[in-house]
């Protein structure tokens, strides 16, 4: 999720770090480390509220270290690391369902994925599922707060699902602008190069989901980005948008794929000359 106009947006707002009512040992130097790695003031939790110091600091939102977690607050919103319906999807996966966004990536074991617009990395720990201990996967997010709690939340998150937890581990969570990253890359850097921009209007509404967007980039993706992009994959490009926008004509996706019912769809850039 990159651009010039989020990286502003983020800038202008102030946060600050503290602890849980009752940190763990290690907690506060966590914390401590967490603030200084984001530029962020760290501030004594001093069993006072996270309203209380909210206005104490000026702050626009406060990030909270807990032995388990690492939340964000800001006003009624409130996001931490989950991996969502990566568990689910994955589950069915095992039972031999169709994934959507696997079936358009054409994913297979041992292969490449470039996640440019990573986010809360849900598509990310199904894609590093498929690909397995041979694969790879590799997730750009602009937002440096987003970044940093995913890639913490990827190390350190317990799921009940063991297959799912050496997924998470593997994935690399970079914090960089895709546009610049991609126009870094030789061609063949990836397998697949993925897309799954902030819809401009959410399909769903949740104090998680609302915080995260706050943050998030949401510039459309330009063409040039595309093109970047297809020079830089080996096999294909995709990416995920609403069924029937037409966002996939405007970006030059002549095929678009997913499941007859499903609310959102894959447009697909095919580098070689096989059939989608």
Do not use: W
Not at 63 to 78: A, D, E
Not at 210 to 217: D, E, G, K, Q, T
Request: hydrophobic share 40%; aromatic share 8%; with cysteine.
């Amino acid at each position: 999720m990159a651009g010039p106009s989020q990286k502003k947006a983020e800038s202008n707002l102030k946060f600050a770090v503290t602890t849980s009512l009752r940190p763990a040992p290690g907690a506060i130097e966590s914390a401590k480390q967490l603030a200084g790695q984001l530029n962020f003031p760290f501030v004594d939790r001093d069993n006072r509220s996270v309203k209380y110091l909210t206005a104490l600091n000026c702050a626009d939102g406060l990030l909270v270290v807990s032995s388990q977690k690492i939340s964000f607050l800001m006003g009624k919103n409130k996001f931490f690391f989950h991996p969502g319906l990566a568990g689910l999807r994955i589950k069915e996966i095992n039972n031999g369902k169709t994934d959507q966004m696997i079936s358009a990536m054409s994913l297979k074991e041992g292969q490449s994925i470039l996640d440019c617009t990573m986010g809360l990395g849900t598509d990310a720990i199904v894609a590093s599922y498929v690909t397995g201990a041979t694969g790879s996967v590799t997730g750009l997010e602009c937002s440096p707060l987003i970044s940093e709690l995913v890639k913490r939340g990827l190390q350190s998150y317990s799921a009940e699902d063991k297959e799912m937890i050496p997924a998470m581990r593997r994935i690399k969570v970079i914090n960089t602008n895709h546009k610049e990253y991609l126009a870094s890359l030789k061609t063949g850097s990836y397998d697949i190069i993925y897309f799954d921009p902030m819809f401009r209007y959410p399909r769903r509404k949740s104090p998680g989901m609302n915080a995260s967007r706050i943050l998030a980039n949401h510039d459309p993706i330009d063409l040039e980005t595309i093109e970047l992009a297809y020079n830089a994959a080996a096999r294909r490009v995709v990416m995920k948008e609403r069924r029937g926008s037409a966002e996939f004509v405007r970006l030059g996706f002549k095929y678009v794929l997913g499941g007859r019912y499903s609310p959102v769809a894959y447009g697909v850039k095919e580098r070689r000359r096989t059939p989608v």
